[in-house]
């Protein structure tokens, strides 16, 4: 179940910075401005996550969107002014503090302070080499797949539909025609108790379980933290539903009904020497009155097939029974054979020369 996720605020917390110019450690970001020790006014760049322990809450923050850094005298600003404070240049967005990354940690899991140092070493190195275009596409087994692939639906159209055209002669005649019998039988089953049909008999019912359904079960979160660039973060937790499997318990009944069922099939056969009829379905009480045993019929099917030769080949072909009627022996007939399995499409097939 993929639901999503649900977010509850948990607070607004003071970044940490350490001041670039003296060293100090530590500093507030959004109480402290300006270095306490030496003043220098403070590099949003040079702010971290503190860890768990350290963390300062900020009470009924008013968030005005990311600092600025004047870029005439390198003031840092609220995000909402629009002239330094300082020397009255206009401010854009483009000095924006940039934001840090957010971090998620389980609900289990404590924050440790984020590793300023590491951190701009990485982004240095990162500026100073170009990143490694990622290698983007497939791997080399990728491509051999597909290749095969279309090699294979290639082959399979080919096989499909690539025909060649061939002259075969009339070797043999057969003809079949079939009954399907069906046969009113005692079916065993089972089912739900609610749908079991009206004419079921000899029931047994029990009570089991016959599948299941998940419940809601509580929440797993995890808490995340977003830098809002103007010295703050604020916390949260992203949460998403747990579920768990119930069984789900109903009524099950095994039970026999009576039902028409396919049974056998009457065949009768030849060839243009003997006389085309319906096989005898010797139905059992075929007359009124069902009873178990008794016997009926469900479908008739007939086939008129050539028999064809073609140098060595030889090919069957179900043909319309006109045609079939008036072939001859010997007699010529154009169709197409699949080029790869040698298949006949009797579908083309008609006496050559007409
Ligand atoms: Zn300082
Ligand atoms: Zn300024």
């Known amino acids: 179940m993929a639901d999503d996720p649900k977010i509850y605020q ?9 001041c670039k110019f003296c060293g100090t450690e530590k500093l507030l970001g959004k109480t402290h401005k300006f270095c306490p020790s030496c003043g220098a006014t403070q590099d949003p760049e040079w702010r971290y996550f503190p860890s768990d322990a350290e963390k300062v809450a900020v009470k009924d923050h008013v968030f005005v969107g990311a600092d600025k850094t004047c870029p005439a005298c390198n003031t840092l600003l609220a995000g909402n002014v629009e002239f330094c404070t300082r020397c009255g240049a206009p401010q854009t967005d483009a ?14 899991e404590t924050f440790e302070r984020e590793d300023r140092d590491a951190r701009q070493v990485a982004e240095a190195r990162g500026l100073n080499t170009p990143a490694p275009t990622p290698k983007r596409g497939l791997p080399w087994w990728g491509y051999a797949l597909i290749v095969l692939v279309v090699a294979g639906i290639g082959f399979g159209l080919y096989a499909a539909f690539a025909k060649r055209e061939v ?6 005649f057969a003809w079949e025609r079939t009954i399907s019998i069906d046969r009113f039988s005692v079916v065993p089953s089972r089912s739900l108790c609610d749908a079991m049909p009206l004419d079921a008999y000899s029931v047994s019912r029990s009570y089991e379980q016959v599948g299941s359904r998940s419940v809601p079960d509580g929440e797993t979160c995890n808490v995340r933290q977003v830098d809002q660039g103007d010295g703050t973060f604020r916390q949260e937790r992203v949460c998403t539903t747990r579920y768990r499997e119930e069984p789900v318990y109903d009524y099950v009944c095994s039970y026999s009904v009576n039902r028409w069922v396919p049974g056998r099939t009457a065949v009768a056969n030849g060839d243009k020497s003997s006389a085309i009829v319906w096989p005898n379905p010797n139905l059992s009480c075929g007359g009124t009155g069902v009873t178990l045993g008794c016997e009926r019929e469900a479908a008739r099917r007939e086939a008129y097939t050539l028999n064809l030769r073609s140098g060595e080949e030889r090919y069957a072909c179900d ?12 007699q010529a007939f154009n169709f197409q054979v699949g080029v790869v399995f040698n298949n006949p499409d009797c579908g083309t097939i008609k006496p050559a020369g007409g």
Do not use: C, H, N
Not at 167 to 172: H, P
Not at 319 to 330: C, K, L, Q
């Open 10 to 18: 948990d607070g607004v917390y003071e970044m940490l910075w350490d």
């Open 95 to 108: 000095a924006q503090a940039k934001l840090l990354e957010s971090r998620t940690r389980a609900e289990s």
């Open 167 to 172: 002259v075969g002669t009339v070797e043999s």
């Open 319 to 330: 043909v319309p029974f006109a045609m079939w009627d008036g072939a001859r022996i010997e």
